[in-house]
């Protein structure tokens, strides 16, 4: 395929528009980073993982890595495994099965909205983002390489 796809007639540059049933064998996915804010105050934060939610698919799923040497340069007296065990929680819920607690009989869209709702605490989830994917789980560790590691 070229550098260069036509639209309408139209070339679209370097990326590729896809209009409304047009997606072929892909499906719309969402996605938010998980963020590791050690000290509010200063806004700053670490990338530390992905949710990535398909509807289509029934697919929730979760990937984490914490860069510790990261962390603590933002934060020397961060509690790494605290921020270590929060993101796993996440993963379990993201699972669901008897480690997913009380988000266990959720459905993977409302596991995922509860993941995604605004919290103030050390891990916070990022904007949602929306794209589309064949494969969610591939989706979830290419976002990872991405956007975290």
Known sequence: MSDHHILGG???????????GQGGDRDVFEYALLRVVPR???GECVNAGVLVYCRAQGYVGARTHLDEARLLALDPAADVAGVRAALGAVEHVCAG???AGQAAG?????RFRWLV?????????????????????????????????
Do not use: K, M, N, W
């Open 10 to 20: 139209r070339q679209a540059g370097g990326r590729h528009i896809t209009r409304a």
């Open 40 to 42: 509010i105050e200063r």
């Open 97 to 99: 099965g008897t480690a």
């Open 106 to 110: 959720d459905d993977a869209g409302r």
């Open 117 to 149: 709702a605004p919290r103030s605490t050390i891990v916070q989830p990022g904007p949602v983002h929306t794209g589309l994917t064949a494969d969610p789980a591939a989706e979830t560790e290419r976002l990872l390489d991405l956007l975290v590691r």
